[in-house]
Structure formats: structure tokens, C-alpha cells
């Protein structure tokens, strides 16, 4: 017994649903703050990149794990409120704090329509099929707990030519930068995190261990296609610490298949409008579309 114990894989980190609410909520206080202060305030570039390779925004953008709303809140800033924007997480706390940076934001350029922001699970978005002509996602597919149901639901939002922009942390390839890099992101960062940001679930601690179980570069491009994208293309930011992936959606002849196998895997648990049901314009919004507490 002592000798199959030793061969055993190390075990994954816990991503459960339960787990990841409480862990972000806990950290929301100061959430932005660590991020900026982490990164030395390149995490604000790399939005702006994601932001620039959406191209053209002609229709509905959707956040998915949008946390405190920084990229939706870019989206919405890129469009001046021309088209919906939409920011969907699961943590109660983050989007209540994304909410009032949406109100500050707004209170510069009244007129504008809101950015919308709802509560709700990235496996099970509350969102008709092909709603949105940018889905996008920001340091949080990491988090999913089955990142391939994920990308299903992103697929099913996205319309026929839309884009899907997954930015996500990533491990760089040279190995002075690599080693510096590891040395900083394993023994600093936590520290730094839990000093100013204490929490019971060792968020900071999660982080460097979640991505480097996380697929990277070819790996995640695979299964970016395997749900649906084609074609898909990646680039390094920063040294290769951060990697911003684009996915485009085919056209409609050439998805029908691919998605109907998706959608069966990645079905919500009920009918849902293609956009929040809050029409009043008048300020930010919070629409609890799914309140429930994720299943398997």
C-alpha cells in the first residue's frame, strides 16, 4: 500500500463550484487592489489588448466570469454604450463591487446605456443560442470547473462569425524569465495575497497551483476548436506570463453539427431571455437570473 501511495498523482486542485464562490467572495474586498498591485498594473494592458482584438463590436458583448467587471466595463467604454454589454459571474460579492464601478464610470458619461451585469454559473448561462457577438473571458475559464463545458456554453452564446477572446495566465517558456518568474509566483505572490487579502481558502496559493494545472498555448487552442472555434490563434503578452487566445465562431452551415453535440452536453437548466429582462437605462444593473447554487 505504501508503494502505490508513492506512485499516485499528486492531486488536482479543488475548482468545485462551492469552493471558488466562497474563495472569490471572501477576497472581493480587495480584489482589485491585489491585481493591480500583483501585476504592477499590466493586467490593465492586457485587457486593453483583448479589448483591440475584438475588432469591430456590432452587436452584444458577453463577459463570462466577469468577477468585478474590468473587461466588461472595457467592452463598455470601446462602445460607449452602442451595443449591450454584459458581465456574468457567480459570486454574489464581486458583482455587487462591479456594479458600483459601473455607476462611477457611467456618472462621467450620462446618457449612455448601462453595462448589465448578472448572476450566473459559466456552465449554465441563462442566455438564448447565438446572442452575442463577443464572448469573452478574463483570468476566469481557469476557474471553471469543467473548462470544456465552459467553452460548450460560450460556443452556444456566440453567433455564426462572432469572436471568443480567452485571456489567461500562463507560464513563460524562457527559462531565466520562467525560473524568476516561478520563484516570484510561488513563494511571493502568495504571500503578498494572503498579508493583504486573508482569506480562509488560501486564494493565493490557488492561483500559481491552478495555472499551472491549466492547458496553455496548443493545448487550450485544441480544445477551442473542439468546441467549436476555427480558427483559432494565440499570442504571448508580456514574456509568455499572461496568453491571449481568439476563436472564431464559422458560419452558420458549418457549426450545425458541432453544436447540436455541444449543446447536448451543455443544455441550461431552463429557458432564459436572450438579454436581461431590466430594460430601465437609468443606472448600472444586477439582474439575479440564476441565484441557485451550481450543480454537478
Known amino acids: 500500500m505504501t508503494h502505490l501511495a508513492e506512485h499516485e498523482a499528486p492531486p488536482r486542485v479543488d475548482k468545485s463550484d462551492e469552493r471558488i464562490r466562497r474563495m472569490f467572495g471572501e477576497i472581493s474586498p480587495r480584489y482589485d487592489l491585489l491585481n493591480h498591485v500583483l501585476s504592477g498594473g499590466i493586467d490593465i ?16 458583448v458577453l463577459d463570462v466570469c466577469t468577477g468585478t467587471g474590468d473587461l466588461a466595463l472595457a467592452f463598455w467604454k470601446k462602445t460607449r454604450g452602442s451595443v ?16 458600483q464601478k459601473s455607476g462611477r464610470r457611467r456618472s462621467r458619461w450620462p446618457g449612455r446605456e448601462a453595462a448589465a451585469f448578472v448572476l450566473a454559473d459559466a456552465q449554465r448561462l441563462p442566455f438564448a443560442d447565438k446572442s452575442f457577438a463577443v464572448v469573452s473571458v478574463a483570468f476566469g475559464l481557469r476557474n471553471v470547473a469543467d473548462t470544456d463545458r465552459g467553452l460548450a456554453e460560450m460556443a452556444r452564446v456566440c453567433r455564426p462569425g462572432g469572436r471568443v477572446l480567452v485571456l489567461e495566465f500562463s507560464m513563460p517558456k524562457n527559462r531565466i524569465i520562467g525560473g524568476l518568474y516561478r520563484f516570484y509566483f510561488r513563494y511571493i505572490l502568495p504571500r503578498i495575497g494572503q498579508l493583504l487579502a486573508r482569506n480562509r481558502q ?42 491571449l487566445y481568439c ?8 457549426v450545425e453539427d458541432r453544436e447540436s453535440r455541444a449543446g447536448a452536453a451543455a443544455t441550461p437548466s431552463a429557458p432564459a431571455p436572450s438579454m436581461p429582462p431590466n430594460s430601465d437605462s ?3 444593473r444586477l439582474s439575479t437570473l440564476d441565484s441557485r447554487p451550481s450543480g454537478p
Open 45 to 60: 494592458l492586457w485587457r486593453r489588448r483583448t479589448v483591440r482584438a475584438a475588432g469591430a463590436v456590432d452587436g452584444p
Open 84 to 99: 449591450p454589454v454584459v458581465g456574468a459571474d457567480f459570486t454574489h460579492e464581486m458583482l455587487l463591487r462591479a456594479v
Open 202 to 243: 488560501a486564494a493565493y496559493e490557488y492561483l500559481p497551483q491552478s495555472v499551472a494545472e491549466f492547458p496553455q498555448g496548443e493545448a487550450l487552442a485544441a480544445r477551442m476548436r473542439a468546441a467549436g472555434f476555427e480558427p483559432v490563434t494565440w499570442r504571448s503578452l508580456t514574456f509568455g506570463i499572461a496568453t
Open 247 to 254: 476563436g472564431i465562431k464559422p458560419a452558420e452551415s458549418r
Open 282 to 284: 437609468s443606472g448600472p
